[in-house]
């Protein structure tokens, strides 16, 4: 006889008799099996008279930022300034909502005026800048994505990878003028010339 690996029980009678309890067994593990470990019931629902006496912590699979369960996560609508709350932290598996790369490999994570951590799936301003990275530049002129074939795609990719490293280089070109401005000597030096 074949071992089936799991089982779920549900009671034919559910709903119509209240002292009979409906069981689910999920997963039929060693460790499950296992009745020399004390496993402590913990009471969920007293109402509904719902109990956990078992339970094992699934694998984390990848997921958006906003989707961890391992990260608290705080929605804005529109923050790019800077990481809000922990948005900046997170697991081996989030990726970023907006480019689709794990959010380790994502360059624009933490970066001013774009800080991709705080991107989520509910907010307008976010799905618009998702739009955008799923079809490059084209989305300014409003396409569908069945009109857009792969050379006009090519050439919106182009557009999009230039506006972006200009992006990047005047965010640097900022970063470098405002620490100069905050530098005394940089003070000093012009104000004698």
Not at 32 to 39: F, V
Not at 166 to 182: G, Q
Request: proline share 3%; with cysteine.
């Amino acid at each position: 006889m074949e071992q089936v690996d799991s089982v779920i029980i549900i009671s034919d009678t559910e709903g119509d008799n209240e002292d009979e309890t409906s069981v689910f067994i999920v997963e039929n593990s060693p460790e499950a099996l296992d009745t020399s470990k004390d496993k402590s019931t913990e009471v969920i629902d007293e109402e509904c008279g719902l109990a956990i006496t078992y339970s094992k912590k699934g694998n984390v699979m990848p997921h958006a930022r906003y989707d961890c369960v391992e990260q608290d996560f705080t929605r804005t609508e529109n923050e790019v300034s800077g990481p809000t709350g922990s948005n900046l932290n997170f697991c081996d598996q989030c990726y970023c909502y907006i480019c689709d790369k794990l959010a380790s490999e994502c360059q624009y994570w933490n970066l001013p005026s774009f800080c991709h951590c705080n991107a989520h799936n509910k907010s307008k301003y976010w799905k618009a800048h998702r739009d955008v990275a799923l079809t490059g530049a084209l989305s300014i002129f409003n396409f569908d994505l069945v009109d857009i074939d792969s050379v006009l795609r090519q050439g919106g990719a182009f557009l999009q990878k230039f506006y972006l490293e200009f992006a990047l280089e005047y965010n640097n070109y900022m970063n470098n003028n405002i620490s100069e401005l905050l530098d005394p000597m940089h003070l000093f030096l012009s104000q004698s010339v």
